[in-house]
């Protein structure tokens, strides 16, 4: 593949990715109605997890050809950039700060489980590199927690044992029932497979286009991963997040983001065995490190602005999410 062919699929692959980001949104606050589930359980788990379909192949296309570096750095770098594009759709949401807006205790608990999920890889890559059949133990354990996270989120959500205090700015999630019964619950359903289908498609494009362009201009597979393919793939989560965001679903807004967050460190776990040479996190350069520690950064803050609930603007978090995001964007460029 000569390099102008890949910008091009990249681009033509990027361009997919958004216009069906756009339209699985609607479905996915359709469903959030029909199911019951709510926007906070349906965006953190089944419309995070299908929006990140498209990283997933990524990552795993890289790890299956042997590039280490361009599948951790994908995962990852999904993180960072699309926890920034969080306070993009913040800007958006004019009337009030979009963490006080969308005030929800399954947000608050997906993201305390993500701080956790990506902390692990990270001190697996100072551990013995312990394998069973080539496969790190924490990557079984990344699944475990995401289950168990997934299984209290709706618990949680059936029966909360504590809610946020309710202001003005406060939307609250109240399921549209006409569009919710509009069509039937297997066709909703369908079409929300199907254009998950299309997001895994795409990535497998944009991954085989990141190889390319990685070695054709001489850029570590660090940069490309966390500032190209990642960006590519992770651009389902801003459109969904900006559709949600002007459909009023606050919570499927941010919900989505923290959801398709703690579904894109599986990801690793995806990777760490489709590699074949040991341990995934023991071929962990140290930008790739940094990236890790750069996500854990940036959830942080985010957590601590959906704990404090600024009432204006994009809040400290959002401020300091831009700053930290672009500080180590610009540190992973200076190493590459």
């Known amino acids: 593949m000569s390099l102008e062919i890949a910008i091009a699929i990249l ?13 699985i949104t609607g479905e996915a606050d359709r469903l959030a109605d029909r199911t019951g589930l709510g926007e906070a359980v349906f965006g953190g788990v089944l419309l ?23 599948a951790l750095s994908n995962a990852v770098g999904g993180i960072t950039a699309q926890t920034t594009f969080l306070v993009l759709a913040d800007m958006l949401h004019r009337r009030a700060n979009l963490e006080h807006a ?22 697996a890559a100072y551990a013995p590199p312990v394998t069973l059949f080539a496969i790190h133990p924490v990557s079984i354990l990344l699944f475990v927690i995401y ?13 909360p044992m ?21 069509r039937p619950l297997w066709l909703m359903a369908a079409t929300f497979a199907g254009l998950s289908l ?7 494009a944009i991954a085989r286009a990141g190889e390319t362009i990685s070695v054709e201009l001489g850029i570590s597979q660090t940069v490309v991963g966390a500032l190209m393919t990642a960006v590519a793939t992770s651009l389902p989560e801003l459109v969904t997040t ?41 071929a962990m350069s140290q930008a790739d490190g940094l990236m890790m520690m750069g996500a ?3 959830t942080a803050i985010l957590l601590m602005g959906l704990i404090m609930r600024e009432r204006r603007g994009i809040g400290f978090e959002g401020a300091a999410i831009l700053v930290t995001y672009f500080g180590l964007a610009a540190v992973q460029v200076s190493l590459g």
């Open 162 to 182: 504590w809610r946020p205090q309710s202001t003005p700015e406060t939307r609250a999630d109240a399921p549209d029932e006409a569009a919710a019964h509009a």
């Open 48 to 70: 995070g997890g299908s929006t990140s379909l498209s990283g997933i192949v990524t990552s795993v296309t890289a790890a299956l050809d042997g590039q280490a570096s361009l």
């Open 296 to 298: 854990i950064i940036i």
């Open 102 to 123: 969308a005030a929800d205790a399954n947000n608050l608990l997906m993201a305390a489980m993500l701080v956790l999920m990506v902390a692990l890889p990270l001190g």
């Open 242 to 282: 900006m559709a949600a965001v002007r459909r009023g679903a606050l919570q499927l807004a941010v919900g989505g983001i923290i959801g398709g967050n703690t579904f894109d460190v599986l990801f690793l776990s995806l990777s760490d065995a489709a590699y074949r040479d040991g341990s995934i996190y023991h």
């Open 11 to 23: 681009i033509a692959a990027a361009g997919v990715v958004t216009l069906a980001g756009v339209a």
């Open 198 to 204: 299309i997001l895994a498609v795409s990535g497998f």
């Open 147 to 159: 289950l168990f996270g997934a299984r209290a989120a709706v618990s949680l959500n059936n029966t």
